[in-house]
């Protein structure tokens, strides 16, 4: 049962909060449970403000809200040891929140617009080496009893791998989706479609899974099925791969996307430019592919100092 949220501010900016959340319900189609993440990190503000201020906030008391405010709320959920992405988002929150009561001309405040989001820390994606995502592919058909369920994952780890797509892309292809081009036209975020290299092992792989597959598929229907013969769920795979990083003795970064990010540090090893790889990972941004330069860097550190511990032995 969720804990109730409790908003330590007047009526009247209680009930523009009510107003508010149906907003993000009806116009911007929310989920309930994003809504309630906006609202907890609303109230986490008005309490702040009810302490700074010794009353109850209303709306005249909102909009005379100034910077000092503002990061002085940053700083106490900084003080708390809030991981910095938390904060950002509640930040975003506040912005938002703000920004409705502006458009409804209830008040405007500009002193939040000025307030910079903390800087995030820069995680780097977390590849596997060749020989350990080969190893991960080749294990894949040790971890189930039923022949074609290892079969099927090994064709889905090689299309990862392969082609570098999201799990959530792999799993929401259709038999007929792999013809006999060497291209995959796949609709990634946003509906944006882009083509991606189908491999010659891919389309071996994923022809081995469907022949031993005991369900019987014709065009249009799932590809990657479950062991009750449904669209095969993201969740299956990422156990599938808990078990084989237990079985490799590999780190919990081994996830779905992993191999993703593992065909994205390989292909800039190899010399491929960035622009190409963005096209082929449909990133919208360069700058997120430039993630992969900072990947490649910080595996040659690793590498120069195990070199350097062989030499002093």
Known sequence: MKKEIIYKAS???KLHIKHWQNWLRSERR????TVDSYSRDLALFLNFIEQRLQKMPNISDLQDLNIRDFRAFLSYRNDKYIEKSSIARELST???????????????????????SPRRAKVLPKALDVDQTFNVIDAAGDVYKKEWQGLRDTAIFTILYGSGLRISEALALNVGDIDHNNFLKIKG????????????????????????????????DPLFLGARGDRLSPRIVQRS???????????????????????????????TDLRSIQE????????????????????????????RLLENH
């Open 11 to 13: 009526e009247d900016v």
């Open 30 to 33: 929310y989920s309930e449970h």
């Open 94 to 116: 506040l912005r938002n929140f703000f920004k409705w009561l502006k458009r409804r001309k209830i008040l405007q405040n500009s002193a939040i617009s000025v307030i910079r």
């Open 189 to 220: 975020k946003g509906n944006k479609e882009r083509l991606v290299p189908l491999l010659p092992v891919v389309k071996e792989n994923i022809n081995a899974y469907l022949a031993a597959c005991p369900y019987r598929l014709t065009n249009g």
């Open 241 to 271: 791969l808990e078990k084989i990083r237990t079985l490799l003795g590999l780190p919990d970064t081994l996830t779905p996307h992993a191999l993703r990010h593992s065909f994205a540090t390989h292909l800039l090893a190899e010399g």
């Open 280 to 307: 082929l990972l449909g990133h919208a941004s360069l700058t997120t592919t430039q993630r992969y330069t900072d990947v490649q860097i910080d595996t040659l550190q690793k590498e120069y100092q195990k070199a």
